[in-house]
T-cell receptor
């Protein structure tokens, strides 16, 4: 089955530093990847849609300069949390689709970010 | 915009009891998908329903898609401790997938 690898699985950083999270589709090409944020016991909040070779599309209220997304290839998307603050602490999950718009999403294992 | 509502928010059942979570959309859906997220894990795709009135089964799990394609349900018969987790429904909105709030299932053994 389709596998999405996300790295790192957890990271602790100091306030003011930047953190990069990688999302890779291991056995399929993903022209579109999605980045979600999830708070404890809550649903998945879509942050942005990452499009290969073009700019990401951000959801309303998500700061594009704060959460930098790069989708340089058909198998790799990165999310960089810049100048992280404690309120950025959360669970970040990426997902990818294999082909058509209605194909199911395959999720990475998620990254637990803690900003001290 | 399109919203996907899901109830209940929590369900705590005794092992062996049945469990149902319901999903309602404000608009007609071309399809609906269900995902399960175990505690500490990531969402895993369970199934996709496409046809009006469709019913699909996976062992003890029964998925239904309403005739109007605006609501769906997931029913688990005789729950087991391995069923614990959060169950999400999701419907497409353009290129994206809109998730319901999820139903957290806890099973007492």
């Amino acid at each position: 089955g389709a596998v999405v690898s996300q790295h790192p699985s957890w990271v602790i950083c100091k306030s003011g530093t930047s953190v990069k999270i990688e999302c890779r589709s291991l056995d399929f090409q993903a022209t579109t990847m999605f980045w979600y944020r999830q708070f404890p016991k809550q649903s998945l909040m879509l942050m942005a849609t990452s499009n290969e070779g073009s700019k990401a599309t951000y959801e309303q209220g998500v700061e594009k300069d704060k959460f930098l997304i790069n989708h340089a290839s058909l198998t790799l998307s990165t999310l960089t949390v810049t100048s992280a603050h404690p309120e950025d602490s959360s669970f970040y999950i990426c997902s990818a689709r294999e082909s058509t718009v209605n194909s199911p999403l395959h999720f990475g294992n998620g990254t637990r970010l803690t900003v001290t | 915009g399109q919203q996907v509502m899901q109830i209940p928010q929590y369900q705590h059942v005794q092992e062996g009891e049945d469990f149902t979570t319901y999903c309602n959309s404000s608009t007609t859906l071309s399809n609906i998908q269900w995902y399960k997220q175990r505690p500490g894990g990531h969402p895993v795709f369970l199934i996709q329903l496409v046809k009006s009135g469709e019913v699909k089964k996976q062992k003890r799990l029964t998925f239904q898609f309403g005739e109007a394609k605006k609501n769906s349900s997931l029913h688990i018969t005789a729950t087991q401790t391995t069923d614990v987790g959060t169950y999400f429904c999701a419907g497409p909105r353009g290129n994206k997938l809109v998730f319901g709030a999820g139903t957290i299932l806890r099973v007492k053994s």
